[in-house]
């Protein structure tokens, strides 16, 4: 590589350090790298990339510019030039040191922040991509509507064709609807239809709730039907407002209603996920070695960070869960959960006819589900206990010595733990080893939600499982050069 500076600069500025009273330029660059090392264990891909943007410009600036055009006195230049390369292999030694660093000590937290950086970069190009197809959706004609609509249809039709499925003639161009509020139900367990006619074949039967069943209808979706007392107007009205609304990660939305022969709606379908496990089930830590065995603690706070990142999104867009609990998540990964059950959810303004005890707020239990909205506030309330179950291998909130009635401790309501003397809670030892874990901030949070039954919001829990982590991030670090 050719080099647009007199190489004798180079050398003159090596004998400058050395030899005459410049000495203290190369103490301090000295004393510097080693401040720098210190710091450089609590390092982050900014500062990477800061070092690595201070080593090109003192390499563009010496080795490819030159400093003979910019300063003519001899002397002036070969302080500036022997600067610049301390500068230039400070910066040089510095990134092999941090890369080390990643390498060898704190590779986990590099790797995660490579990840949060390509995510903001992927939601801001999915955010163009959305804006800029908006723009073309309002822009389009009727006849490119028209041919969007054939496309759509001959896809389904391939994919029926696909799955076994056959076609039938619907009897009329329309579905009809019948207006009655209870909807009778002529489903003989074999074939369901789409608006547009095409029949399924249901097959295996997976799960039986209190509302209906649920079957694989193909390789990739589920249908869930109703029960006869649970096929109204009202919950296909509430099926197609959640067809027609705004998709996002982390949730199940239906993606076709579903009627009987007899154009009576029965139920919908919904995508089938693969890989996944109930929250529940994740909550006890035998089933976590059994099913998760490379789960650490750091794991079980970031699911409960994305758990409630995703409540927060719901939030944002009215969306009240109601009957939250468990049993709605699917859990596939730390970062990534499905809220299920959607369809039971609480959307204009129409209250819930479902919930669990534990998971309701003490005020709200000698009421029916009937007989009051709920609001963001219970669904809080509820990702609370799930959160406290998820850190505390599935206690109760309400666990007290001596008690072993769950819907007794329910009725009481006492929160036995100490937020300062975890040694001295009404509870077990295995109880008080998991919450003298928690950080104070989380201690206090649960104390403000079970104890004194505060209004909390969704962003103090999560500024409080972050902190918490990366207090434990940075213990791990230490121990690990330790």
């Excluded at 910019?70 to 002036?76: G, N």
Aim: glycine letters at 4%.
């Amino acid at each position: 590589m050719e080099w647009l500076f007199d190489y004798n600069d180079f050398l003159l500025g090596i004998n400058w350090i050395f030899n005459n009273d410049v000495q203290w330029v190369f103490i301090f660059f000295t004393i510097v790298l080693a401040i720098y090392i210190k710091i450089a264990s609590g390092y982050s891909w900014r500062k990477l990339l800061m070092m690595y943007v201070v080593k090109y410009i003192s390499y563009y600036t010496v080795y490819v510019v030159g400093i003979d055009g910019f300063i003519s006195d001899t002397v002036t230049r070969v302080l500036v030039a022997s600067s610049i390369i301390l500068l230039y292999l400070f910066s040089s030694i510095t990134i092999k040191l941090l890369w080390l660093n990643i390498l060898f000590f704190n590779r986990d937290e590099f790797l995660h922040d490579l990840k949060s950086l390509w995510k903001a970069l992927k939601y801001l190009f999915s955010k163009m991509k959305s804006r800029a197809k908006n723009n073309q959706n309002t822009t389009a004609s009727t006849t490119s509507q028209k041919e969007s609509s054939k496309q759509e249809a001959k896809q389904e039709s391939k994919e029926a064709i696909r799955t076994q499925v056959q076609t039938e003639e619907p009897k009329t161009k329309n579905i009809i609807v019948p207006n009655a509020t209870e909807m009778k139900i002529n489903n003989n367990g074999k074939k369901v239809y789409t608006d547009k006619g095409y029949v399924y074949f249901l097959q295996k039967k997976i799960a039986q709730g209190g509302e209906g069943s649920v079957y694989i209808l193909t390789n990739r979706l589920l249908a869930k039907l109703y029960s006869e007392n649970h096929a109204t107007t009202e919950k296909l009205s509430k099926i197609q407002t959640l067809i027609a609304m705004k998709k996002f990660s982390g949730v199940v939305f239906p993606e076709k209603i579903l009627y009987d022969e007899d154009k009576n709606f029965i139920g919908f379908s919904m995508p089938q996920i693969f890989g996944v496990k109930e929250l529940g089930v994740l909550h006890i830590p035998s089933n976590r070695a059994k099913y998760c065995p490379h789960w650490t603690y750091i794991d079980l706070l970031d699911l409960s960070i994305t758990l409630a990142n995703t409540l927060k999104k719901l939030h944002k867009e009215k969306i009240i869960v109601a009957d939250f609990n468990p049993r709605n998540v699917l859990v596939k990964s730390p970062k990534k959960v499905y809220f299920i059950d959607i369809d039971s959810y609480q959307i204009q303004r129409k209250p819930s006819t479902v919930g669990m005890k534990i998971y309701t707020r003490p005020m709200h239990f000698k009421k029916s589900h009937r007989e009051y909205l709920k609001n963001q506030g219970d669904d809080i309330y509820a990702l609370s206990v799930i959160i406290f179950q998820n850190l505390m291998s599935g206690a109760n909130p309400y666990e007290k010595i001596g008690i072993s009635n769950e819907n007794e401790l329910l009725e009481l309501h006492e929160f036995s733990f100490d937020v300062y003397e975890p040694q001295k809670s009404n509870v077990s030892n295995a109880l008080i080893n998991a919450w003298s874990n928690l950080s104070i901030d989380l201690r206090k949070f649960f104390e403000d939600v079970f104890r004194y039954q505060k209004p909390v919001l969704i962003s103090t829990l999560t500024q409080a499982l972050l902190a918490h982590k990366r207090t434990l991030m940075r213990v791990q670090t230490k121990t690990r050069r330790k």
